[in-house]
């Protein structure tokens, strides 16, 4: 089986570098670029490196990885998978998508062969056996083989130790049908770190799999030709159903703005809109998606896309671009000449040292941020230990620097960005102390797969750490000073408050942790007439909020451990719905079974909630009235009171807020099945853009959407003093929630939203420092163009806060800023001073409300409506606080 390491996992190592750059009081997150201080205006240079020619990988010659397969005894493993896995950012994402494995021989032997010059994690699983990672030169910080051209590594060896639990499963077609020799892979889902070991199969003719996993939260992903990947999550030992979606495709070409000539080797993402809407900042902030490798011709194709919004965005050595607006991609669609126009930019490349040795840190991570434009990149890996970005624009950017295991700095030095590309950069860091000992449990025994969690008490700074067959972990790159340990694992927990050690500089300090092996519940989930309610999670939620979850077998057993002693509150929930209720109750009503845990035999509890078999079918029909093959169609219950109250159509716009969304067939008819009792709000969209929206449909009757023609709308915006390089414009509002946000980079001020439904509008736009906003009317189908908008610069609002009652001005009152009728934040202040003050900076005149809160009981939070006109600084006054009633 042959192919590489899924996207989805990827984005799990970007979670981990928003974790790091939040824990250093940091936003977060790698976002494009756009214009602002130093992006250039007037007509446009070529594009082209500065740095020299990059050979791909591709072009080079394969190498191998071989090793053996054995017990913790010596004795080989037969059948074992083994699997490499590896990304670099010079390859498309079909290469890598998904690992390359093989199985072992009987004398335990295996080969991986025709592999990229790249670096790979190596991992092996077997029957009843927990999937383990070889560790070059036995050093368990270490993950990585390097593998160069034509290079074939022999002695990449993995030891397996018994232990594994085993997760089955099926793949199926979204429409239902089982899916044959999908690709099935999984690996322990820890938070940050992608490079846990793989387990891989594939399914048989009924489209069932089966694999043996470390107990615990464990990701699987499915993968199938013609389709899109599937990936969900659950805790081994378990069961689950992966949908697959049939692919859809984007494709285009690129090229350089000022020659209209094709550009080769450019890296074309299809990035998904960002789900923010707030304009305090007009940084781009597309969530970056597949990619691929642009040809001598400048031609790409991106593949296994699932239907939803895209904007292909190009990056190479000496250019950055993006497609002119948002592109719409249907299920099964293939949607091609998508031109990209490239403007210069420049390449940073550098790589993370430990300090004293010539060794590069495996794993690392190098992100900057320019404070002015809101501009943030990820350094990325190559085929070698270089971290390199490319398509930057010119900028002051910050460093923030990550490497498992060891000590960065305080603060790196600034990188200016300014005609050329910056190469040869090295951050150093440092071994750091070392926090080291043996996991137990209270009768002295090993516990294996713990995860250990040191934080620096009162400061910025965590290692974490899992513990080896024997119980050992350690924790190192400490900075001096006291940290709260704390353990768990599923056989036991460790100290409520974890355990507090104190470290020097570079000192190692031995301290063994215990567990203990706590309480559990054990349980069913029920519906009303006594049927087995499955796949429904599970939650034991305690006195302070934490909640310790499970999900349902097929019998609708539940069993919920480690937990503390102590009463708990046990409760069934289902995306799309929330919380399931018991027989007859209603909204408000507060759900689920209290349950008193102690130490030793589990507790029981049995829940009974509403019938989950409610189905609601239909059709689909177009606004000819000609139904609708392969629409979606998904849906969100409603408020038992929603005939009056406020619309959830934004919901099924959302995964998670929604049910799984089901596809119409040929006639145009859907089926949404395994609903609770009550009213849903439907929704439906397909190729080509359009909605159609039903509320207050109850369950059991039949449902008739129509997709409604789409309109849009154009225009050209003019900044205070020249036209934007770069402009972010927001869409919201109408009946039915409807948002959107798209941004533009160089195309002369010029923008335009396609494929929106009727209704009124506010729309916002901004660049750097400026925006508008103004109020739109859409008819349906009705192209609104030639609108001519000039951006005013963003103000500031200053005020007062005061006591209600007797006029005195009120210190530490959290102040906000958002739209009226809207939950979106657009500015906020931490805390009024002694004096009652606030400043609430960048944001844009009109309506705005503004919004206070004080910690305690004697006042009730404050919200005023407020029109704000004019520049600068605008005072609003003094804000009364009111008291809360006795």
Not at 553 to 580: C, K, T, W
Not at 823 to 832: F, K, Q, S, Y
Not at 834 to 849: P, T
Request: net charge negative; proline share 5%; glycine share 14%.
């Amino acid at each position: 089986m042959r192919r590489t390491l899924p996207v989805v996992l990827v984005v799990i190592a970007l979670i981990a570098a928003l974790v790091i750059w939040r824990s250093h009081g940091e936003p977060s997150g790698s976002t494009e670029p756009g214009g602002g201080p130093g992006a250039t205006s007037g007509p446009p240079h070529p594009v082209g490196p500065r740095s020299g020619p990059r050979i791909s990988p591709t072009k080079l010659p394969r190498g191998s990885i071989a090793g053996t397969i054995t017990t913790s005894q010596g004795a080989p493993i037969a059948r074992a998978q083994v699997c490499a896995s590896t990304y670099a950012n010079e390859l498309p994402d079909e290469l890598v998508r998904e690992p390359t494995c093989s199985e072992s021989r009987a004398d335990g032997s295996y080969q991986l062969g025709n592999l990229l010059v790249a670096s790979y994690v190596v991992s092996a699983a077997a029957r009843q056996h927990v999937p383990a990672i070889h560790h070059p030169g036995g050093d368990r910080d270490r993950r990585e083989i390097r593998l160069g051209a034509g290079e074939h590594r022999t002695g990449v060896d993995v030891v397996l130790h018994p232990g594994g639990v085993e997760i089955t499963g099926v793949v199926s077609d979204i429409t239902g049908g089982p899916i044959a020799n999908a690709r099935v892979w999984a690996r322990e889902h820890v938070l940050g770190d992608p490079r846990t070991p793989i387990v891989a199969t594939e399914t048989d003719a009924q489209g069932a799999f089966a694999l043996w996993v470390q107990p615990g939260h464990t990701l699987v992903v499915a993968s199938a030709d013609g389709y899109t990947d599937a990936a969900d999550g659950l805790q081994a030992p378990g069961r689950l159903v992966l949908l697959l979606t049939p692919e859809s495709t984007l494709s285009g070409v690129v090229v350089d703005a000022a020659t209209d000539a094709p550009v080769e080797g450019v890296r074309v993402a299809a990035n998904t809109l960002g789900v923010t809407f707030s304009l305090s900042t007009a940084s781009f902030s597309d969530e970056e998606g597949d990619a691929a490798i642009t040809d001598a011709s400048g031609a790409f194709r991106i593949a296994r896309l699932t239907p939803q919004r895209y904007v292909a965005v190009a990056r190479g050595a000496g250019g950055y671009g993006r497609s002119e607006g948002s592109i719409l991609v249907g299920l099964g669609q293939h949607v091609d000449k998508v031109v990209v126009k490239m403007y210069p930019a420049h390449a940073i490349e550098g790589r993370i040292s430990i300090a004293g040795t010539s060794d590069a840190c495996e794993g690392g991570g190098v992100w900057l941020r320019d404070r002015a434009s809101e501009r943030r990149y990820e350094l990325r890996p190559g085929s070698d230990a270089t971290l390199r970005a490319e398509g930057v624009l010119a900028g002051t950017y910050e460093v923030q620097v990550r490497c498992a295991g060891h000590l960065v700095r305080d603060e790196y030095a600034e990188i200016t960005v300014g005609d050329r590309d910056l190469t040869g950069l090295v951050w150093e860091v440092e071994a750091g102390a070392t926090l080291r000992g043996r996991v137990l449990t209270a009768g002295g025994d090993p516990v294996e797969h713990a995860q250990i969690h040191a934080g620096l008490i009162g400061e910025v700074g965590i290692g974490d750490a899992t513990s080896d067959q024997l119980g050992r972990y350690v924790v190192t790159g400490l900075a001096p000073g006291t940290y709260r340990v704390t353990v768990g694992s599923p056989r036991g927990l460790g100290p409520r408050d974890g355990v507090e050690v104190s470290v020097g500089a570079l000192a190692t300090v031995e301290r063994d942790l215990t567990i203990a092996i706590g309480g559990a519940i054990h349980g069913t989930v029920v519906d009303a007439d006594g049927r087995p309610v499955a796949a429904v999670g599970v939650s034991a939620v305690d006195s302070e909020g934490v909640r310790t979850e499970a999900m349902t077998d097929a019998a609708g057993a539940f069993a919920i451990r480690p937990l503390r002693a102590g009463d708990y509150r046990v409760l069934a929930r289902r995306s799309g719905v929330g919380e399931l209720r018991r027989p007859g109750s209603k909204d408000g009503a507060r759900q689920g079974e209290q349950v008193t845990v102690v130490d030793g035999p589990p507790a029981t509890a049995r829940l009974v909630v509403e019938n989950q078999s409610g189905v609601i079918a239909g059709t689909v029909v177009d606004a000819n009235g000609n139904r609708v093959a392969d629409a979606f169609v998904s849906s969100a219950r409603e408020a038992d009171d929603a005939s009056g109250g406020e619309s959830v159509a934004n919901k099924t716009r959302y995964p998670g807020w929604a049910q799984r969304a089901v596809v119409t067939s040929t006639e145009g008819a859907f089926s949404i099945g395994d609903l609770s009792p009550g009213r849903y709000t439907l929704r439906a969209y397909r190729r080509g853009g359009g909605e159609g929206i039903v509320e207050h449909v109850a369950v059991g009757s039949t449902a008739r959407l129509q997709i409604e023609a789409t309109g849009s709308i154009a225009g050209t915006v003019r900044g205070v003093d020249d036209v934007p390089d770069e402009l972010t414009v927001i869409l919201r509002g109408n009946a039915a929630g409807y948002r959107r946000r798209e941004q533009f980079f160089r195309t002369g001020g010029r923008f335009v939203l396609r494929d929106l439904p009727a209704g009124r509008f506010t729309l916002e736009l901004a660049a750097p420092g400026q925006s508008r906003e103004l109020d739109v009317e859409l008819a349906r189908g009705e192209a609104k163009m030639g609108l001519d908008i000039v951006l005013e610069t963003w103000v500031t609002i200053a005020g007062r806060v005061i006591d209600g009652s007797t006029g005195q001005p009120l210190q530490d009152v959290v102040v906000s800023a958002r739209h009226p009728g809207d939950d979106e934040v657009l500015a906020v202040h931490a805390a009024t001073d002694q004096a009652g003050r606030f400043r609430l900076q960048n944001l844009h005149s009109g309506e705005l409300r503004l919004s206070g809160s004080k910690a305690g009981e004697l006042y009730a939070p404050l919200s005023i409506v407020r029109t704000i006109a004019g520049k600068g600084t605008i005072d609003v006054g003094d804000l009364a606080m009111p008291r809360r009633r006795e």
